[in-house]
Every structure is written in structure tokens, then in C-alpha cells.
């Protein structure tokens, strides 16, 4: 039995962080600065920190500047508020993002909205966002544009390819959608009220997998030689006890089926950071006139 080829998003990664490189270097020659990203976060969510610190170091082996901005998870959100605006003033930052979960009390649709949407690398303004569905030049989520990089190495062309996205979260499954609409696919959504949910995936040709549901997917839910992109990540422990990370996919049964899948770590997580990388180039060559860096 033949199994899926590996869509190998590390190596993917590696190549879009050298040439972030390589555009930042080109820009600090130009503006006499490192372009700079500033991340906040709130509180002390322990995958969040995990995030931050990848994030800065990314930064630093692209030749980015990183400001790692820390608040008390008390913090109210009018202080959060003030401090978003500082940011937005500061002309060091090319990049804003503010580190998903907030806290409880904290509104996150008034918070993202406070981002100026210039500096909004993340693309979760409702400006970007409402571009983004136009058609029209924008900032684009990392995770969604990591997805679509990840199936432009296995479909040359991905017009009229049946995709079903598993997930309708802001930061995944409704960007991804409206990206897979901008290459022609035929899309379909998939949530929590969906009936029938594997019958819809077997008839697609790409399922992305964005749920947060530990291995919902099954292979008897793919068709044969489809693509599958496995957007989740959870923790888990394999028989020893030993900690290890799973997705959305049941990779076992998946790669049995699938002509080609994403492995979970190593497939959609790096591909989010290089994006994040790109998206801050593109910042800063926008605050300033300059072309768009090609990605």
C-alpha cells in the first residue's frame, strides 16, 4: 500500500524565511532600520508564550526587530487600548499583532479593531478583512496563506478543484475560504451544525482540516489521492506518556487514502510564522512607497 507524500512545510518555511531575509537586509540598507514587529501579549497562556517566543525568534534569524510586549492579564481593556495606539504611533513598528485568546473580559473585536490596519500583520481588521473577501490588495492571515502556499507545491493549478474547509473560525476556516474562491476553487464549509459531514469530504479533492477536534478526520472521510491539510494542533501523549502534538486529521488512517498530506508538527505551523515574516515586509514596504517584496 502506497501512502501519502509528505508535504514537507518546514523545508517550505526555511525557503520563505531565506528570502524574508533577504528582503529585510534590502530594506534596512534602503531605510537604515530593521523592520519591526511588535506582539503583545496578555496574561500568561502557556501555548500563547510558546507562540511569542517562536515569533521572536523567527524575527531574529530573518533579520527583523522584535518587541516582545508583556501585560498582566488584569490588565482593563481601556490600558490595553492605550497601549495598542502607542504602538500604532510607534514609527520603529512595521507589525502589530496582538497574541489570540484574550482574556474573558477583554472584547478581542475591539481590541483587533484598534490595530491600525497598516500595521495589521495578523489580517483580522474588519478593513483587511472586508478587502480581502473585495478581491483587493491586503493584509492576509498567515495560517490561511501558509495553507495555500502548502497546496501550491502539490496542485500547479488549483482552479476548479473541489475544497472543503473543516472550521469557520475569523483566524482560519473563513479567510481560507474566501483565499480558495480567489484561485477558483469550489468551496464548502463545513461547522459544528453540518450534517454529514465525511460525506461532503469524500466528494472534494483538498479537505483542510481547521476544527480544533483531535483527529475528527478519518480515512474513510477522504477520497482517494485527495490533498489534506492539517491545520490543528492539541496536545496529547503517546503510549509511553510521553507529550506529543496531534491534529484535526487521524493521520494513520488519512495518509492510507490521501495522495498527498501535511504532517502535524512540522506542516502548517512553520508555514504560519514565515507568512507572519512576509506580512511584516510587505508593511513596511507599503508605510513607505515601496513596490511589494516578491514571496
Not at 222 to 230: E, F, N
Request: glycine fraction near 12%.
Amino acid at each position: 500500500m502506497q501512502l501519502a507524500t509528505l508535504i514537507d512545510g518546514a523545508a517550505l518555511a526555511a525557503a520563505l524565511r531565506r528570502r524574508a531575509a533577504e528582503v529585510a537586509a534590502r530594506l534596512r540598507s534602503e531605510i537604515g532600520a530593521a523592520p519591526g514587529l511588535a506582539t503583545v501579549l496578555v496574561g500568561e497562556h502557556p501555548a500563547s508564550q510558546v507562540y511569542v517566543r517562536a515569533k521572536a525568534r523567527a524575527c531574529d534569524g530573518s533579520g527583523l526587530s522584535a518587541f516582545d510586549i508583556r501585560l498582566p492579564g488584569g490588565i482593563s481593556e481601556a490600558r490595553l487600548l492605550g497601549e495598542i495606539e502607542q504602538l500604532n504611533r510607534d514609527d520603529r513598528l512595521d507589525g502589530v499583532l496582538v497574541q489570540l485568546p484574550l482574556p474573558r473580559h477583554i472584547d478581542p473585536h475591539q481590541v483587533l479593531g484598534a490595530i491600525d490596519p497598516a500595521k495589521d500583520v495578523d489580517g483580522f481588521h474588519p478593513v483587511n478583512v472586508g478587502r480581502l473577501w473585495s478581491g483587493l490588495p491586503t493584509m492576509v492571515p498567515s495560517t490561511p496563506q501558509g495553507c495555500i502556499r502548502l497546496l501550491r507545491s502539490v496542485h500547479a493549478d488549483l482552479a476548479g478543484l473541489g475544497a472543503v474547509v473543516i472550521g469557520r473560525s475569523n483566524i482560519v476556516g473563513k479567510p481560507l475560504a474566501g483565499l480558495l474562491l480567489q484561485v477558483d476553487c469550489t468551496v464548502t464549509v463545513i461547522h459544528s451544525k453540518t450534517r454529514d459531514a465525511g460525506e461532503i469530504c469524500r466528494g472534494a479533492d483538498i479537505v483542510i482540516a481547521a476544527a480544533g477536534q483531535p483527529g475528527m478526520v478519518k480515512g474513510n472521510w477522504i477520497k482517494p489521492g485527495a490533498t489534506v491539510i492539517d491545520v490543528g494542533i492539541s496536545p496529547a501523549s503517546n503510549p509511553e506518556g510521553r507529550a506529543r502534538l496531534i491534529g484535526d486529521v487521524d493521520f494513520p488512517s488519512v495518509s492510507k487514502v490521501a495522495g498527498a498530506i501535511t504532517p502535524v508538527p512540522g506542516g502548517v505551523g512553520p508555514m504560519t510564522i514565515a507568512c507572519l515574516l512576509a506580512n511584516t515586509l510587505r508593511a513596511a514596504c507599503r508605510r513607505r512607497g515601496i513596490a511589494d517584496p516578491a514571496f
